[in-house]
Each structure stands twice: as C-alpha cells, then as structure tokens.
C-alpha cells in the first residue's frame, strides 16, 4: 500500500492552501483516514481526520479554518485549509487505517509527508 500526498508548498498567511493523499496498491478496505502535523522538535500531531461514514474531527487550533473530506471511491483524502497561519507551518503527514484483505488487520500507513510553509 502506498500513500501519495500532494498540495503542499508556500502560502501567505490568510491564504489557502489545498492537500491530498491517494491511497494506491493491494487495499481492501480503509476505515478512518488523517492528516498530522510535524513541526521540528515537536511530536506528529493530529489536525484532522474523517471516518469512513464522514464524521470529522479536528484539533481546536485548526477548527473553523481547516476542512477534511474523503472520496471513498477514488481511496483519496483531502485537506482544505482557509486563513492560514504562519503556525500552520509543518510536515503534513497522510493517514489511512486499512486492511489488505476482507479477514485481515487493519493497519496504519503512512504517506511520505508534504512540507506546507505560511509566511507572516
């Protein structure tokens, strides 16, 4: 399974940016899916993440600004993020919780993460 992410790159504060990640390969079935922020010197944290029926949650710093949604049939996420902030500034990381196989596990997969840069 892989996990391609797109979208990232520089933004003026105010700005808009848009985010997605494609899930490819030998995958059954992804249950919830999310996107996480790495800053240096900081753990990966959550900023949002959808289940598969669409419900959606978010860290409060991002609540009101950030949208995530999901295209079930194309295995893809998305993260719309309004007014931006030079805080929002970090690695983006994709999530997916899937299962290769009807009887198998579910797991986490990771994509490879997008650098997403907010200017003052």
């Known amino acids: 399974v892989q996990l391609q992410a797109s979208g990232g790159g520089l933004a003026q504060a105010g700005g808009s940016l848009r985010l997605s990640c494609t899930a490819s390969?030998?995958?059954?079935?992804?249950?919830?899916m999310g996107w996480y922020r790495q800053v240096p010197g900081k753990q990966r944290e959550l900023v949002a993440s959808i289940g598969r029926g669409g419900l959606t949650d978010y860290t409060d710093s991002v609540k009101g600004r950030f949208t995530i949604s999901r295209d079930n049939a194309k295995n893809t996420v998305y993260l719309q993020m309004n007014s931006l902030k030079p805080e929002d500034t970090g690695v983006y990381y994709c999530?997916?919780?899937?299962?290769?196989?009807?009887?198998?596990?579910?797991?986490?997969?990771w994509g490879q993460g997008t650098l997403v840069t907010v200017s003052s």
């Open positions: 390969g030998n995958i059954f079935s992804i249950n919830g």
């Open positions: 999530n997916i919780q899937g299962r290769r196989t009807m009887l198998g596990s579910s797991r986490d997969y």
